[in-house]
């Protein structure tokens, strides 16, 4: 059943995709007409944005003109929670740009539509209800009108609709723009292999794309509980502008260059947390729980090594890693979700539209990409825990066999005398330990 919806969608998109000068050329013609409102609302802004500083409204200095400004494209429950950081941090920050727009996939809410509401009550109350953003941050809906002035772009929507955006926002840009991806996913490649995020934001848009990823469960920050999260950015002289923009003194971040790394982390751990959700689901326990967390650390650490070689180990032990694992598998949606898809019966397309109102899951599209990925290279039973989540999420396997098919896994049949200090069997060694 998911298979057949993930498929649909994947020919939708396909289709999208190839009349996308025709949807520039629509969402052009559809700009003219909202821009009356947009324009008013970033008017607003931009008077009040003076008023904040205690500045009176006036012409734009050079100085002023130089700033950087930002937008957010996305506004979910983790893009609106990043929207309020990033329009806090703004106001404080001289080089940047207090206005930011955040681009909103337009949709009506009770009857109003969800930019009206944001921009009058400057609060999400689909996504992050009960959080106020900044006034500075304008909700827009249309993404070409929100990122053609930005100097840093943020991308933060489910993984399945950046390639359109991506064509929209195509030669609409500004050529020496930065990206930083918040997305937590991959796109099939051609060919039987997989894209990630950044890549595909990289080579669409032509511009270099930095990644954030780390322990964050959306509500938890917005309610600004303390954590940690990982930058991953190539270029040392873009890094700390992502960081200035993102960190607070409740949100802490750490800069590393093992960019794919982190990307990859951030999505692999969704696919786990499903495993993570099955085990509750069935009831089984925390020891259970923690082996499953286990290897599913050890395949993501298997998956850098074999597809991404130049990966270094200690990004694992970034947020992005062993943390954002473990809080996703305890406290995430995708972990949430799969406990109901064993309890239930129901699909987990059915769980998502009935339990998450609106907001998607990543786990079983990215489980679905990886095996696309394993399958054609025949390496499906080298990751049996990636590949038993994803057969049970598509109903190829039921979950009560999930345990079962990771008994034989690889780490319990490969000893590890390689790990075993020498030293440890020079006995004159041993007992001088002693
Ligand atoms: N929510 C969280 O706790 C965290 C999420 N992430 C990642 O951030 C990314 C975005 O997640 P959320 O902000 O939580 O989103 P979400 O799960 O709340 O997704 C709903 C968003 O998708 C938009 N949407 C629906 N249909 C669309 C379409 N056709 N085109 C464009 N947008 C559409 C909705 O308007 C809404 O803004 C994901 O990759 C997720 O894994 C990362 C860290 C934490
Ligand atoms: O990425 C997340 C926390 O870091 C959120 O995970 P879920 O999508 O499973 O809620």
Redesign the pocket.
């Known amino acids: 059943m998911l298979k057949k919806c993930i498929k649909n969608a994947f020919i939708k998109l396909r289709r999208h995709n190839s009349s996308s000068s025709s949807l520039i050329s629509r969402i052009s013609q559809q700009k003219q007409s909202q821009s009356s409102s947009v324009g008013d609302c970033i008017q607003k802004v931009n008077h009040q944005s003076s008023h904040f500083r205690g500045k009176p409204s006036r012409m734009a200095t050079k100085e002023e003109k130089s700033k950087k400004s930002v937008c957010i494209v ?9 929207a309020k950081i990033v329009g806090h941090n703004a106001l404080k920050l001289p080089h940047i740009d207090d206005r930011v727009l955040m681009y ?4 009506m809410v009770n009857g109003r539509k ?1 930019t009206e509401i944001i921009n009058e009550t400057h609060e ?1 109350v ?3 209800p009960g959080h106020k953003l900044p006034h500075n941050v304008v909700a827009v809906p249309d993404v070409i009108q929100a990122a053609r002035d930005a100097d840093i772009i943020i991308f ?6 950046v390639r ?2 991506a064509a929209t926002l195509l030669g609409n840009i500004k050529p020496n723009a930065v990206g930083l991806s ?4 991959f796109d099939s490649a051609k060919g039987g292999g997989i894209d990630l ?1 950044s890549h595909i934001i990289t080579r669409h848009l032509k511009i270099p794309c930095a990644v954030l ?2 322990a ?6 917005a309610e600004e509980k303390f954590c940690e999260t990982t930058i991953g950015c190539k270029d040392s002289a873009i890094g700390p502008l992502l960081k200035d923009i993102i960190q607070t003194d409740y949100f802490r971040v750490t800069v590393v260059g093992d960019t794919d790394t982190v990307e990859v982390c ?1 999505a692999l751990k ?1 696919i786990v947390a499903c495993g993570a959700g099955f085990v509750d689901g069935l009831g089984l326990g925390d020891n259970t729980k923690a082996a499953v967390i286990r290897l599913g650390l050890m395949e993501m650490v298997k998956f850098v090594d074999v597809f991404y070689s130049s990966g270094k180990l200690s990004t694992f032990f970034e947020s992005c890693g062993v943390a ?1 694992l473990v809080t996703t598998c305890y406290g ?2 995708n972990r949430r979700i799969s406990e109901a898809f064993v309890k239930t019966g129901k699909t987990i397309r059915e769980l998502e539209e009935e339990m ?1 109102n ?5 786990g079983p599209f990215t489980a679905e990409e990886v095996n696309y990925m394993l399958k054609s290279k025949d390496m499906e039973n080298d990751f049996p825990l990636f590949t038993a989540i994803h057969r049970i999420c598509t109903g190829q396997m039921p979950a009560t066999e999930f345990i079962n098919s990771i008994k034989m896994h690889p780490e319990h049949m490969t000893p590890k005398y390689d790990d075993i200090d020498p030293r440890k069997h020079d006995h004159h060694h041993h007992n001088s330990k002693l």
């Open positions: 996305g506004s979910g429950n983790w893009g609106s929670t990043i909103v996939y337009e949709e969800l999400n689909k996504y992050l933060v929507v489910p993984h399945q609709f359109t955006l918040l997305i937590k996913g995020i990823m780390g964050n469960l959306a509500n938890e920050v951030g969704n954002d995430g949606r998450l609106g907001q998607k899951l990543q």
